[in-house]
Structure formats: C-alpha cells, structure tokens
C-alpha cells in the first residue's frame, strides 16, 4: 500500500468518452481542457486493468483500490444518463461504483447517484486518500466545492 503522506502522487485519469453530451455542459472536457484527464474511445492495452468507475458494478470503490489505481489509472465514463446502457458493457471486474451520492451540477442538482464525470472522479480520488486534488478538479467549477459539503465530505 501507498504512504500518500510521504508521497504526492497524481494518479492518471482517464475518460471514456461517448460524445453524448452538449460539449459546453460536458464536465470531463473541462477537465481535459485543464489537463486533469485523458479522453479515451476505447479501453485497451494497459487500461484493460485501471479502475473503471460503474454505476452498476457490485463492488464499492475502496482504499483496496489504491495501488491499483496509483499504478494503472482511474477511468470514467462520460455518456448520456439516457444511453445508460453503455455504461453496463463495460462491468468487468475492474469496475467499482460508488457510494450513493447527491448531485450538486445544474443539470441534475440535488438528485442522487446522477453525478457528472467531474464529481464522480472527485469523489473516487477523496475515497482513495486524494483529497486535495478532489477539491482541486471541482474548483473549475463554481457549484463545486457544494458537492464535498452537500455530501459532508470533510477532512
């Protein structure tokens, strides 16, 4: 296991992205555009064993998942909450969902487990021990730091 006391590790973020969403609405193209994540089309090579963020997945995002994702990334996927579907081809045994949340973005504030990619990965990087970069990657965004205190997520 990781010492993320002695150690600043940024784990690599990546986004699979279905081109789905209104481009000026989309969360992981802001990111992309502050260099927080890479957007991908397609997992393969070496990602086929980096975290995958799945709503329906049967396992919990943990501080289990740290090395895992310290050495090999942490995917999310960016598609319409329409085109759910999607996101179950992807259930493999990578895949962690997270614990149930409430929405601060304007598209689905105040609704549970309707999160954007931007709060998704906040919430993933603050469960794995990465809190100030959770807080950094929603700071771009001014109903951000509302999701950590709606969620009472303090450190």
Known sequence: MHDLKSMDIIPKIYC??????????CTSLKLKK????????????????AIILNPFSQIEL????????????????DCSWKNFLNIKKQNTEKSRKLPPLIAVNPVNY??????????????????????????????????????????????
């Open 34 to 49: 502050f260099n927080f994540l890479k957007i991908i089309h397609k997992i393969k090579g070496a990602l086929k064993d």
């Open 16 to 25: 699979l992205h279905y081109n789905e969403c209104d481009p000026k609405k």
């Open 62 to 77: 943990s501080s289990n998942d740290l090395d895992t994702v310290v050495l090999k990334g942490l995917i999310v996927i």
């Open 110 to 155: 105040g609704k549970w487990e309707k999160l954007s990619s931007a709060e998704a990965l906040a919430a993933a990087l603050y469960i794995l021990g990465f809190e100030r970069h959770a807080k950094l990657l929603l700071s771009k965004f001014s109903w951000g730091p509302e999701f950590f205190r709606i969620n009472e997520l303090k450190k």
